[in-house]
């Protein structure tokens, strides 16, 4: 039986590597009777396409941002909140803990079957304008935004001009300067070449980004229970591999991109502190849709509120 | 009397019936598509407007306008096998004699009309399946997205049966 | 199931069923065969044709038809005439001259052959007879989708992802298309010496041409707008596409005042339709390539082309020789968008620039639409002339030899091609 796992990650992404490991973990572990196809890059369709193909059941699986099941499932956005996560480590033990599994449920319900959290990584802000090293220099930035509620509010909150626009005109946007910046993570901002375009980076980290491995539930609990042990473990063993990965190639990507030209500007704990203030009221906009007592449980377990 | 793809039905017959119902039908949809055009073309100059001269953004732009671009394109499919202009090969048709040439345009089509029945009949399933999901900017579903492509579809069937009934215009020439 | 898919779109498509539909039966039997649910067709068809990028196709094209229906094009024609009009085969010349014009303001050759066969055949044939008239229209048609906008490039560049960008095929198309205008007119020249057609058009004059330039001066400013507005950061290329209907229709309203409102629904509605054409062509050929894909073809092909050579020119020498060969028989869009995604990943893989090899694919299926049998502009010119296609192409293959020529050249020399969107850093 071939089953068909497709994603928008570039082959070379940490993500789309770890799902080669899990490939050969399947395969091993059920000695071949399983065969697993992977299609990353989009060669099926963009991020939300894969995760209607899923749902449908057309294809058996996808690993994807979380943000393109946030509008399906809004208890994502719980784990999205700005400046949430001070470090990976926070982040993988509240999505590994209870509310990780709250968040499950709630895609089980909309027939999925969620296999692991996989890293995309603190989301940072590139731009062409001036460096960002406070509050009062993201005024007026046109920085283009995932078509996302939080996401814009946020950044309309630190006084930036988001603007939503299609990722495949992005490149020449910036280039032309029809938006002065973007947000991406490292390996993301050097996978699709804005460095070329940008002039300067900060270590904004504004979102923590996972990347859900889900499955269709239906499919999924059709198999026979020693395919679906295969699976479950081959994810376990891709996950952790993914997480390694993902630090390695964040940590070598920044590097890169100064070594290609742009200028750095770690921010201080202070305008951090003042980032995280200015966009307070965000939480109370997450917890409209994604429940308020989840929300107070992340923020309790990412130790921001008792 | 209906005179669909320039040849009168004799009056009386389920043919005749079902151009009535189609010139109403394609005289509706003609009027959606203006509109969604229209749309396009206000939001995306509104868009760059705002954006240059007074440094905002709707958020909602890029969205509403590609829904309304897929719109406009689902429901003018019909209007287009109407007007003959979807493109195909002549190469072969060109050289048969006129009876069969006929007779294979009207099986072409009856084949044509079961895939546009089986397109439309699936994209509604899968718009009432999205319909609880809303859209990224806008609290509206996301099902509104695939509404137009069952609409396309099995108005485009109908279409596609005016023409097995004997009512074709030959493909690829407007 | 590759094989049963393309044999049953070949099949069908000789039986003269639209392509789109033979491609979504195909499609069809694919998901039979594969066992794989049939509402991945409508989800597929939808994503395919939910892109922002592709809303540039209708709006340039609805620029196109606000410029023939409020006279713009009429002035550019006017203007071209105070230029060329007494040189050796005048009104030709003053044909090619204004379907360079045409192309720089419009996205498609089937409008701008539309536009200037209605306005100029019947002048041309007084002079030169139907087949060079229904010939040199045809050739000055084809530069739209050369010369930028281009709704092809935009296909194109669409088709191929984000490693290439629209802005860039544009400036890719500025040269070629200069110099392929530029050879037209040289060849049109010589032709109409040696075949001894009298003079035409008025002597030049500098208060003629100064009349000229200050009535078509509106119209002049629309590509510095739209395509320097796309280049210089004010909009994206697919916002500029809705920049250049705006420009059209107030200039058609209050400059021309040729354009009434009342025009507009059926501008409108005849821009749908045509970008119906291609929509439905994109939506069923992105189910099958969602097929081919999962059959794992693109790899297998690939490997089988990598084994054939690993010269790059030899690679594109293939590539220019098949293309010739489906421009022969198939509608361009639907060549785009079936072969882009399988060969401009091959192209990079053999260290092609991408601007180079997306102008070369795009320019070598624009002088398909000018071979026979199927040919798009061919189709609308002959009925526009009302005359046999045989007659028109005794006419006609002198210029299309000139644009194979040119691409040739093309594929020799890169800078010819890449150097202007090189210099302005894409
Ligand atoms: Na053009
Ligand atoms: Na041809």
């Not at chain 1, 299609?39 to 699986?61: C, H, W, Y």
């Not at chain 3, 882009?340 to 299926?365: K, T």
Request: charged share 15%.
């Amino acid at each position: 039986e071939t089953l068909r796992i497709a994603g928008n990650f570039a082959p070379e992404h940490s993500s789309s590597k770890a799902m080669e490991l899990f490939k050969a973990e399947v395969e091993r572990g059920t000695n071949g009777a399983l065969t697993i196809d992977l299609f990353p890059g989009m060669q099926l369709g963009g991020a939300k396409e894969n995760v209607d193909a899923v749902r449908s059941g057309t294809i058996f699986g996808t690993w994807v941002g979380a943000a393109f099941v946030s509008r399906l499932v809004p208890e994502v956005e719980a784990v999205s909140l700005p400046f949430l996560f001070e470090t990976r480590e926070t982040a993988f033990q509240v999505i590994d803990g209870p509310v990780g599994k709250a968040i499950e449920e709630k895609l089980a319900a909309k027939g999925f079957t969620p296999l692991g959290w996989m890293e995309l990584g603190q989301r940072h802000a590139t731009n062409n304008i001036r460096p960002l090293k406070t509050l009062e220099d993201f005024k007026g930035l046109k920085l283009r935004m995932q078509p996302n509620e939080t996401h814009l509010t946020t950044f309309r909150a630190l006084g930036a001009n988001p603007v939503a626009m299609d990722v495949k005109e992005l490149y020449s946007a910036l280039q032309q300067g029809v938006v002065d910046g973007q947000e991406n993570p490292y390996p993301i901002i050097r996978a699709s070449r804005y460095f070329e375009v940008q002039k300067y980076l900060s270590n904004t980290g504004h979102f923590f980004d996972f990347i859900p491995l889900v499955a269709n539930r239906k499919q999924f609990d059709a198999l026979k229970p020693e395919y679906k042990q295969a699976i479950t473990a081959a994810s376990a063993k891709a996950v952790a591999e993914q997480r390694k990965l993902a630090a390695e190639a964040d940590a070598e990507a920044l590097k890169d991109l100064q070594a290609k030209g742009m200028q750095f500007d770690a921010l201080t704990p202070e305008t951090l502190a003042a980032l995280r203030k200015a966009t307070s009221g965000v939480v109370d906009e997450v917890k409209k849709r994604a429940g308020a007592d989840l929300v107070d449980q992340v923020l309790a377990a990412a130790g921001k509120k008792g | 009397m209906s005179t669909l793809n320039g040849v009168a039905a004799p009056p009386g017959t389920a043919a005749a019936a079902l151009d009535r119902v189609l010139d109403g039908i394609d005289w509706i949809v003609a009027k959606v598509v203006i509109g969604a055009m229209i749309g396009m073309v206000v939001i995306v100059s509104a868009q760059v407007f705002m954006r240059y001269a007074l440094n905002l953004s709707i958020d909602w732009a890029e969205e509403i306008s590609r829904l309304l671009f897929v719109w406009a394109v689902f429901l003018a499919i019909p209007l287009g096998i109407r007007r003959g202009a979807h493109v195909g090969m002549t190469l072969l048709t060109d050289v048969i004699p006129t009876g069969p040439r006929a007779g294979l345009a009207r099986l072409m089509a009856l084949l044509g009309m079961g895939l546009m029945a089986v397109v439309g009949w699936q994209a509604v399933i899968l718009t009432l399946d999205q319909w609880d999901e809303p859209m990224s900017t806008l609290d509206v579903s996301v099902g509104l997205f695939m509404l137009p492509v069952c609409i396309g579809a099995l108005h485009g069937a109908l279409h596609l049966l005016s023409q097995a009934l004997g009512r074709g215009v030959p493909p690829g020439r407007e | 199931m590759s094989l049963p898919i393309i044999l049953i779109f070949m099949v069908l498509g000789l039986l003269g069923m639209p392509l789109a539909f033979a491609l979504g039966f195909s499609a069809l039997a694919g998901l039979s065969l594969g066992g794989i649910d049939f509402n991945m067709l409508p989800q597929r068809m939808m994503h395919a044709v939910n892109a922002f990028p592709l809303m540039a196709i209708p709006l340039f094209m609805l620029a196109g038809e606000l410029m023939i229906r409020g006279g713009l094009a009429e002035r550019l024609i006017d203007l071209a005439n105070a230029f060329v009009g007494r040189v050796q085969g005048g009104l030709a010349q003053v044909t090619l001259v204004s379907g360079a014009g045409m192309a720089a303001v419009s996205g498609a050759a089937v409008a701008d052959a539309s536009a200037l066969a209605t306005v100029l055949v019947r002048q041309l044939e007084k002079v030169y007879g139907t087949g060079f008239s229904a010939a040199i229209v045809a050739a000055a048609a084809n530069l739209g989708p050369v010369i930028p906008p281009s709704g092809a490039m935009i296909v194109y560049a669409f088709m191929a992802g984000s490693g290439v960008s629209v802005a860039g095929m544009f400036l890719a198309g500025v040269v070629p298309g200069l110099i392929y205008c530029a050879g037209m007119m040289a060849l049109c020249w010589w032709m109409a010496k040696r075949r001894g057609y009298p003079l035409t058009g008025e002597p030049v004059s500098l208060a003629n041409i100064a009349y000229q330039m200050r009535r078509s001066l509106v119209i002049l400013l629309m590509p510095i707008v739209v395509i320097g507005g796309i280049v210089g950061g004010v909009f994206t290329a697919t916002e500029g596409a809705a920049i250049a209907v705006v420009y059209a229709l107030l200039v058609g309203l209050f400059v021309t005042r040729q354009l009434k409102l009342a025009d507009l629904p059926d501008c409108l509605l005849k821009a749908a339709i045509t970008t119906a054409m291609v929509g439905a062509l994109i939506a069923f050929a992105s189910a099958v390539t969602f097929l081919i894909t999962v059959d794992l073809l693109p790899m297998r092909l690939t490997a089988a082309i990598k084994g054939l050579t690993t010269d790059p020119l030899v690679f594109n020498l293939l590539v220019a020789a098949m293309l010739f060969v489906v421009g022969m028989f198939l509608e361009s869009n639907a060549a785009y968008i079936m072969l882009v995604p399988l060969f401009h990943p091959i192209a990079v893989s053999y260290g092609l620039d991408p601007l180079h090899f997306g102008f070369l694919f795009v320019f070598n299926l624009v002088l398909g639409m000018l071979t026979p049998p199927v040919g798009v502009v061919l189709f609308v010119v002959c009925g526009i002339a009302r005359i046999p296609m045989g007659e028109m192409m005794r006419h006609l293959w002198p210029f299309v030899a000139l644009g194979f020529a040119l691409l040739a050249t093309g594929m020799l020399f890169p800078p010819l091609i890449t150097a202007l969107p090189h210099a302005l850093g894409y």
